[in-house]
């Protein structure tokens, strides 16, 4: 960047966005885009060059990205009947004009003519990558298909765009329909202070005295770690698994059953139009992977080496359940209740006994004196535009007193907030000339937020999510590249773009790093070393199991997108869990059904995505452990060959540079305690 560079300093401003305005804002977008796209064509002739065609085009792309980040982010986290209709109205549009611009044949044509010519071999890698990368989304967009089929592409693009919306429609009505009223508290023994408290509130917010138990995350986790009463635990947990499905509580009321099967129809139809045989061909075509079979093999080796852990796990438990809890088997429902109680009873540290020692506001200060330590950036707080919610937050990251990101947080548990935890980009990272587009983030959780006068406390499993998401808001801020399609997150292999993000969650178990993320929130002093030994003891504790549940959602996402044709979805999981299931679920367990990385994400085909990454991160972490966690020059290197990178290169040879070899799987089993 040079001196003269100037920035960017605007930002979206999320109260002035109107839902009875989005569709016709969309819409005059799409047209505006169009109508300069025959234009940019009609000029550049027989003569395109990255001037006239490639960066016109970008300056169009991020035109679109910059209104619509905002909305969809809206969406997600502060939903209403009105945005919901305005949002999925737009997608819709989104999707056609994306399909248009894809199999736009002048267009292709350019970028082919580009990469043909003579000036293509004189220029920056990143600027071939940005020509390969726009030529093989033409591709995979139906660009060479029959006019027939380009518009059957087309038709199918746009009604998966709407469906899957629809599911995660589904999802959020699920969770926000379903409450429990408790008039007695002694029904909620074993429920933490701060739940109970949560409990309390979330009855008055409804208009009822006692207590309310929701599926929010908080709220659910709270009752399957902690509370005594088993017949309680097996309620909440039907209701949980049973979301947006044909049975349970809500049944057929917000049901994703026949949104599933047209989901799936729909992408196996948009592979065959590509000539793939599967859609997990497709899906793959994008990735890290060269093929299907080397995702199954990877995970069924992944397996053979959990299992033997995983069974010594859950002998564990069931001895301690018959020992304690009288019980002859164990139920899906039991398994966090014992996992916390045996935690607690052989390493003497429970996630509740660490809470007080983790305030948020303490976590976030050591999160940025660790990126300080490793990066050299600074963040600090400000005050932003406006915010959706009073709980959001927003902070600046500066090197050397330079601006050079931005990025909202949103911590905390509401209701129409989706579930879960992620980053999303809200303004990507780009130069133009002699302006710099700065990156902006979202970053979003679901934490329990101040109950009772007590400032917001976090487990350590929550202090784990908060460095995650951080670690892809790192990926997003601290990318270096020039063009928004490789910028930050974009472009980079979706099974490699885990890596940033769990690199960052090895720093909350290391005793350096640890004493910055903590102090007690009433006399400020960090986590005991006694305790901590215990914390980082504990760290394996289950993991075999842990590793097999993230193998069976990897297992059935394969599955259900390697079909050639219908299946039972059902039929599916329950032969998956053949294999990984050590404690068969109950009849009515629906999961799938409420799977939304797979089926309204982007993780179709792609949840061994977190697998996969885990080996690059725990291999990635190993160089760090080598040297010291924080030390400089490390830390630089994973800076300038990974975070910098984005999309720019491939993601092996993203690897190879940082740690001078192809990656290896010994670190991860050392990690997980698998080996």
Not at 361 to 388: C, N, R, T
Not at 523 to 530: K, N, V
Not at 585 to 605: I, L
Not at 648 to 668: C, H, N, T, Y
């Amino acid at each position: 960047m040079t001196e003269t560079m100037s920035k960017n300093t605007d930002l979206p401003r999320h109260l002035e966005i109107n839902p009875s305005e989005i569709e016709a804002t969309i819409s005059r977008l799409i047209a505006s885009n169009t109508k300069e796209i025959e234009s940019i064509l009609e000029a550049v002739g027989e003569e395109p060059t990255w001037n006239n065609l490639v960066a016109p085009l970008e300056e169009l792309d991020d035109r679109i990205s910059k209104v619509w980040s905002p909305i969809a982010h809206l969406n997600a986290v502060a939903s209403t009947p009105e945005l919901r209709k305005a949002h999925d109205a737009s997608i819709t549009k989104l999707s056609e004009y994306s399909t248009e611009i894809g199999q736009l044949q002048p267009l292709y044509s350019a970028y082919l003519k580009i990469s043909q010519s003579g000036a293509y071999a004189e220029f920056s890698i990143d600027q071939r990558k940005v020509i390969k990368d726009a030529i093989k989304d033409f591709e995979l967009s139906g660009v060479a298909l029959p006019l027939d089929q380009k518009k059957r592409f087309g038709e199918v693009s746009r009604r998966l765009s709407e469906i899957t919306s629809l599911f995660s429609n589904n999802v959020l009505d699920a969770t926000d329909d379903w409450v429990k009223e408790i008039a007695d508290v002694s029904e909620l023994e074993g429920l933490p202070d701060v739940n109970i408290a949560m409990a309390a509130e979330a009855a008055k917010s409804r208009g009822f005295d006692g207590y309310a138990l929701t599926l929010e995350a908080p709220s659910y986790l709270g009752v399957m770690d902690h509370v005594e009463n088993r017949s309680l635990r097996k309620e909440v947990h039907e209701a949980y698994v049973t979301r947006a499905s044909d049975v349970g509580p809500t049944a057929g009321q917000y049901d994703n059953t026949h949104v599933i099967d047209e989901i799936l129809s729909l992408r196996r139809e948009l592979a065959s139009l590509l000539g793939f045989s599967n859609y997990a061909e497709l899906s793959i075509e994008r990735k890290m992977a060269r093929s299907t079979d080397e995702v199954l093999s990877f995970l069924k080796n992944l397996l053979d080496q959990s299992l033997p852990k995983a069974q010594k796990d859950l002998q564990e438990l069931q001895d301690f359940g018959s020992k304690y809890y009288s019980l002859e088997s164990i139920s899906a429902w039991d398994i966090r209740f014992l996992s916390e109680r045996l935690r607690t009873q052989k390493y003497s540290v429970s996630q509740e006994e660490l809470r007080p020692y983790f305030p948020l506001e303490k976590v976030l200060a050591g999160m940025f004196q660790v990126a300080e330590s490793l990066y050299g950036v600074q963040i600090s707080s400000s005050e932003p535009l406006d915010k959706w919610h009073e709980d959001v937050r927003f902070y600046e990251v500066r090197n050397q007193g330079v601006l050079v990101a931005q990025f909202y947080l949103d911590p905390f548990s509401r209701q129409a907030k989706r579930s879960g935890a992620w980053m999303a980009d809200c303004v990507v990272r780009r130069e133009i000339g002699n302006f710099l587009q700065l990156p902006v983030a979202y970053l979003t959780c679901n934490f329990a937020g101040q109950v009772e006068g007590k400032p917001a406390l976090l487990t350590h499993n929550e202090v784990v999510t908060l460095f995650h998401e951080f670690g892809h808001g790192l990926h997003h801020m601290l990318t270096s590249q020039r063009f928004a399609s490789i910028s930050g997150i974009n472009g980079v292999a979706w099974d490699a773009v885990e890596l940033p993000s769990q690199i960052m969650e090895n720093w909350c178990w290391k005793r350096e790093s640890m004493r910055m993320i903590s102090g007690h929130w009433e006399t400020g002093e960090p986590i005991p070393d006694a305790l901590l030994d215990k914390v980082v003891l504990a760290k394996n504790f289950q993991s075999g199991l842990a590793v097999l549940r993230q193998l069976e959602f990897g297992f059935f996402d394969m599955a259900v997108h390697s079909s050639l044709g219908p299946i039972d979805i059902f039929k599916v999981i329950e032969e998956v869990r053949k294999s990984t299931a050590l404690v068969p679920p109950p009849d009515y367990d629906r999961f799938p059904w409420a799977f939304g990385h797979v089926f309204s994400g982007g993780y179709a085909a792609g949840y061994y995505s977190y697998l996969w990454a885990e080996v690059l991160s725990a291999d990635a972490f190993s160089a760090f452990e080598e040297v010291g966690i924080f030390d400089r020059e490390t830390g630089n290197r994973f800076l300038t060959e990974v975070l910098a990178v984005g999309g720019s290169v491939d993601a092996l040879e993203m690897f190879k540079a940082f740690r001078g070899r192809e990656p290896r799987i010994d670190a991860l089993l050392r990690h997980s305690g698998l080996k």
